[in-house]
C-alpha cells in the first residue's frame, strides 16, 4: 500500500445521545476506538458536518499512511454528502474511504472486511454509493446478527443491544479497530485472513 497517500476512516451512525447504543451506531464505537488510541480527541471539521482527527496507525517515526478518522455529524441516510466533502478536503479517492458499519446478515462477533459490493438496505451505504457514485470503497462489517422472531430489521438495528451482547461488545469494537489498522497497514488480502473468520 502506498504510504504517502491518506486514509478516510469513518465511522457509520447517528448522531446524539438518543443513538448512542443502538447497534447502528456500531461504527461510531470503532471509531472511538481508533481515536483513543491515537491519543487524541476528535474535533469538528471547519465543514461543521463532522468531527475528525489526524494520525498513523503505527509507532512515532515509523513510516505510516496518513489517516484522516471521522464521525460525521449528519444522520444515517444523508451522511453521504459529509464524507464527500471530507474526502474531498483531504485528496482521498473512493478507494482509500474505509466505512465501518454494522451488518445484519452477519452473526454477532463476527466481522467481514471487503472492498466494494451494493449496500443491502444499509441506509448509509445507499448515501455515500450515492454521493460518490461509485460503491468501491472499503468496508469493515460488524455483525449484529438478524433480528429474533418478526421484528422488524429497522427497528433492530435501531435498538440497544442485549444485556449479554454488552458484556462481549468491547471486544468485538477492539477487534474491528484493529481490522481497521492491519486493512490500512498491510491490505485487503492480510486483512481478510485474519479476520474473515
Not at 476506538?33 to 489526524?54: F, N, T
Not at 515509523?62 to 466533502?85: C, D, F, H, Q, T
Amino acid at each position: 500500500m502506498d504510504g504517502t497517500e491518506a486514509w478516510l476512516v469513518v465511522g457509520l451512525g447517528n448522531p446524539g445521545p438518543a443513538y448512542a447504543g443502538h447497534r447502528h451506531n456500531v461504527g461510531y464505537l470503532v471509531v472511538d476506538e481508533l481515536v483513543r488510541r491515537q491519543g487524541s480527541p476528535l474535533r469538528a471539521h471547519k465543514s461543521g458536518r463532522a468531527e475528525v482527527l489526524e494520525g498513523r496507525f503505527a509507532p512515532p517515526g515509523v513510516e505510516a499512511p496518513r489517516v484522516v478518522l471521522a464521525r460525521p455529524r449528519s444522520y444515517m441516510n444523508e451522511i453521504g454528502g459529509p464524507v464527500k466533502a471530507l474526502a474531498g478536503f483531504y485528496g482521498v479517492p473512493p478507494e482509500r474511504v474505509v466505512a465501518v458499519h454494522d451488518e445484519l446478515d452477519i452473526p454477532f462477533e463476527s466481522i467481514r472486511v471487503k472492498l466494494g459490493g451494493g449496500d443491502n438496505g444499509h441506509n448509509g451505504l445507499r448515501s455515500l454509493r450515492s454521493s460518490f457514485g461509485t460503491g468501491d470503497f472499503y468496508r469493515v462489517r460488524v455483525g449484529i446478527g438478524r433480528p429474533p422472531g418478526r421484528q422488524d430489521p429497522a427497528d433492530f438495528v435501531l435498538s440497544s443491544y442485549s444485556a449479554a451482547e454488552r458484556k462481549l461488545l468491547p471486544l468485538e469494537v477492539d477487534r474491528a479497530a484493529d481490522a481497521v489498522e492491519t486493512l490500512v497497514t498491510e491490505g485487503l488480502e492480510r486483512t481478510q485472513q485474519r479476520f474473515n473468520s
